[in-house]
């Protein structure tokens, strides 16, 4: 359904690093770069089958965040998703809602984590056993 998702940085340093740290446990490589021809700096993180960017934004004004927005990547062990929470919160993110762990819902257990991102972007690490 999705071909990419992206979402704006105000530090496209700051994001690198803490992007290179969170997605590297999933085996994400090093993201291409693009630079449009006005500056703006782009980076896209391109693995299995999926693309997950983050830009300065190209209209000039400052990122912001999207209330109520969150961006679930899937983990292949609960123990994936341990690592890539305690990844995001080493390069910068913060530690956001419960730990993470074993959750039971209406749609059966699952392994959550969230972290928010150096420019305050919601982001999940999600494990559905079975």
């Known amino acids: 359904m999705f071909n990419h998702i992206m ?4 530090d496209i340093e700051k994001a690198k690093a803490f992007y290179d740290a969170l997605l590297g446990t999933l085996g994400a490589g090093e993201p291409m770069k693009n630079v449009t021809d006005s500056g703006v700096t782009r980076l896209f993180y391109i693995h299995d089958g999926g693309t997950f960017s983050v830009s300065e934004p190209i209209d000039g004004q400052p990122a912001t965040v999207a209330n109520g927005a969150t961006i679930g990547f899937k983990c292949a062990s609960a123990e994936q998703v341990k690592a890539f929470h305690d990844a995001g919160v080493a390069a910068g993110g913060t530690s956001v809602e419960d730990p993470p762990g074993l959750r039971e819902s209406n749609m059966g257990p699952m392994h959550l ?3 928010r991102d150096p420019d305050g ?3 999940c690490a999600i494990h559905r056993p079975g």
């Open 113 to 115: 984590a969230y972290v």
């Open 7 to 10: 979402v704006g940085t105000n």
């Open 121 to 123: 972007n919601k982001i």
